[in-house]
Nanobody, 124 residues
Framework: HLVESGGGLVQAGGSLRLSCTAF????????MGWFRQAPGKEREFVAAIRWNGGFTNYADSVKGRFTISRDSAKNTVYLQMNSLKPEDTAGYYCAARESYSDVNYFRSDEYNYWGQGTQVTVSS
């Protein structure tokens, strides 16, 4: 399973780093993703990476501000979030997918395992 941490309250322009540590049968996982969901809105894609570290992709809304990375020795994926905006406020969820195709990396239904989420609140 997946355990996220690192969320919190930050002022606009600030930074946070989210962590997602994996436990269990991770040998079957091919890709990892971060999604977010604000109250009253649908869950949306934020960033994705292959478990081996390649193929990083970002939503247009976070490109240039967020960076996804992973530490295979720690079974952990990170989301470094800089220049945060109030519109980044949401619950952030880590997910893992087993599919060997990267075509639908941005679709939440492509992912097989999900963490419990961590809240990020950006004040103006």
């Amino acid at each position: 399973h997946l355990v996220e941490s690192g969320g919190g309250l930050v002022q606009a322009g600030g930074s946070l780093r989210l962590s997602c540590t994996a436990f269990g049968r991770i040998f079957s996982w091919y890709g990892m993703g971060w999604f977010r969901q604000a109250p009253g809105k649908e869950r949306e894609f934020v960033a994705a990476i292959r478990w081996n570290g390649g193929f990083t992709n970002y939503a247009d809304s976070v490109k240039g501000r967020f960076t996804i990375s992973r530490d295979s020795a720690k079974n952990t994926v990170y989301l470094q979030m800089n220049s945060l905006k109030p519109e980044d406020t949401a619950g952030y969820y880590c997910a893992a997918r087993e599919s060997y195709s990267d075509v639908n990396y941005f679709r939440s239904d492509e992912y097989n395992y999900w963490g419990q989420g961590t809240q990020v609140t950006v004040s103006s």
